[in-house]
């Protein structure tokens, strides 16, 4: 069976960017690494900025399904009586991420923090990633019936991005379970303010 050499690259590069950074990866490292030839490449990546966002894109797609299965599973075995069950699932999603041998923090995150000019193709797809993951938590509200201040997706966004920095800078590798108790608080509170 052949290697899809792309793919390849992009395992390998996305293996590389998360743990040694974005700009400390040279195309060389990950040419190498890959065991592709360099004409191969730059068949597939214009260039290092062309990589990096591919290997965003994939990376998305990734984790969008690993996420969505977790959730899926933890709705099903742990949740089921919850009314924002996905809510809480993702919160044991994150739990289970975090404590993978692997965990590096977020791709995204990450990226803006190397990219930071807010123009930059890297930093703006990193925005489109958090934006939609936004859009995700407000879907999960209003399938829910959840009655909430037009805000309130923001604020479970917050806690999340919080957990998964805390998680990563802090090595505090409780901290989805510590967003959990406070995502319950969250809804309370909006309960009794609705």
């Known amino acids: 069976m052949a290697v899809d050499k792309r793919q390849l690259v992009l395992e390998t590069a996305l293996k590389l960017f998360s743990e040694n950074g974005f700009h400390a990866t040279g195309i060389d490292k990950v040419q190498a690494e890959s065991k592709v030839s360099k004409t191969t490449m730059y068949k597939y990546f214009k260039s290092k ?3 990096i966002l591919e290997v965003l894109k994939f990376r998305d797609e990734q984790f969008d399904a690993w996420i969505s299965e977790r959730i899926d599973f933890h709705c099903e075995n742990t949740f089921a009586d919850e009314p ?6 993702l919160f044991e999603a994150l739990h289970e991420w975090f404590n993978c041998p692997n965990f590096c923090g977020c791709n995204f995150i990450n990226a803006c923090a190397e990219f930071n000019d807010q123009n930059h193709p890297v930093h703006k797809l990193s925005t489109e990633h958090k934006l939609n993951f936004a859009g995700f938590i407000k ?9 909430a201040e ?3 997706a923001l604020q479970i966004c917050i ?36």
């Not at 879907?139 to 009655?147: A, I, M, N, T």
């Open 49 to 51: 900025d062309d990589l």
């Open 84 to 89: 924002v069950a996905k809510l809480f699932a």
């Open 139 to 147: 879907d999960v509200l209003d399938e829910s019936g959840f009655k």
């Open 150 to 152: 037009e805000d309130f």
């Open 159 to 194: 806690l999340i991005e919080g957990a998964i920095v805390f998680a990563h800078t802090a090595c505090q590798k409780q901290s989805a379970k510590v967003g959990q108790k406070m995502l319950r608080v969250l809804l309370e509170n909006q309960r009794q303010s609705a």
